[in-house]
Structure formats: C-alpha cells, structure tokens
C-alpha cells in the first residue's frame, strides 16, 4: 500500500457494548448459570468488546503516525504540510499513550483483529484505489490532492471521537474512561482544525461561495 493514511477513508467500526441479562438456564457447556455466573459473563464480554475498541484505536493511531509519509509523494501547501504533521505527531503520542496504558491494565489488549474479513478487503481495495489515484507524476496533484487527502482525514478523526465517545460510556475503569474522555476531546481538535482548514482553504471563500 502507498499511503497508509488512505486506510482512514473507510469506516471504522464503533465499539457497542451490548447488555446482557442474567439468567438461569444452560450455558454453552452445559452448566447452570445464575446471577453471578452470568454478571461475570457479561463483565468478560465487556471487557472484550473494549478490547475490541482499543484495538482499533490502536491500529488507526499507527495510520495516523505513518500518515506524514504522504508529505513525501507530492509537494503541498504549508497549511497542509502543519495539519498532516500534527495528525501524525498525535497519532505517535496515542500509540504511545495506548501501549502505556495496556502495561499498567493486566485485562487492556491492544492486539486483537475485531474486523470481518471482508471488511478488511474493502478497506484493502480502497486503499489500493487511493493509491492509484495519487501515484507519482500518474495521479492526480496540486489542490485536488490536498482536499481529497484532507477529507480523508476529516472522515478518519470523526470516526475515531465517536469511538472514544461511545468507549468510554461503557469503560468501568475510571482511568481508561478519564483517558478516552480526553482522547475525544484531542480528536475534537484535531476534527475542528481540519474542518477549518477545508472551509477556509479548499470549499468557500469568507463569502460563502464556493471555490474551484
């Protein structure tokens, strides 16, 4: 893949945390569950659907880091060449942030592969397909090339708040919810910045008419 970054214009999936009732009945092995049984079942599949989130919040953070490679295929704007490097320095310091957290939380994982394969192959030919589209001296170039790369960004940070967002309603932990609190936030600024830099730059003039 050329451009790692180009992984972010495919949606990413949201964590949802689904409730799960007590009951008395057979489990999957064949043995009685009641209240506890089940609160520990529930507390496990919790915890396993976070993993899931923080998994992916992990890989998008690497995408995110390696994302100033694409400063290095074609030449840019200086407001273009700030913005990708901020996305790419915040992406390094999540995965950092990420990878330190996991050490200190014995049950935190960071390694798992919550995407059906499929999925995986859709974003695989999307990135292919940007790839093509931005090649060297071949692809497309100059502002058309900013505001594309820019709306993948924009595209790729709004789902990553939401994922916090919707993370930390369903962290018990206090410190891993108090870290995806502050984390959504951080992407609030990151999405607000390249929402600006898109209106300003790339969609309207201070009129309000739209640009070529």
């Not at 949201?14 to 489990?27: E, F």
């Amino acid at each position: 893949m050329l451009l790692s970054s180009s992984r972010l214009v495919a949606a990413i999936a949201m964590a949802c945390v689904a409730s799960a009732c007590a009951h008395v009945g057979k489990t999957a092995t064949g043995e009685k569950s009641g209240p506890n049984r089940a609160g520990a079942s529930a507390s496990t599949h919790q915890r396993r659907v976070l993993n899931e989130g923080y998994s992916l919040l992990y890989q998008d953070a690497g995408n995110l880091d390696a994302s100033e490679l694409i400063l290095y295929v074609k030449a840019e704007s200086d407001a273009m060449n700030k913005t990708v490097t901020a996305v790419a320095e915040f992406g390094g310091e999540l995965k950092r942030d990420l990878e330190r957290l996991a050490k200190s939380h014995r049950g935190m994982r960071l390694d798992l592969d919550p995407l059906p394969e499929m999925e995986k192959r859709k974003r695989a030919a999307i990135a292919h397909d940007r790839a093509r589209y931005f090649a060297p001296v071949i692809g497309h170039g100059g502002r058309e090339y900013e505001r594309t790369v820019l709306i993948g960004f924009w595209n790729g940070i709004n789902h990553e708040r939401h994922l916090c967002q919707v993370m930390a309603a369903a962290e018990p932990d206090p410190t891993l919810k108090k870290f995806l609190l502050e984390t959504e936030k951080r992407y609030d600024a990151l999405y607000e910045r390249v929402d600006e830099l898109l209106n300003k730059e790339y969609f309207r003039d201070p009129n309000g008419k739209s640009r070529d």
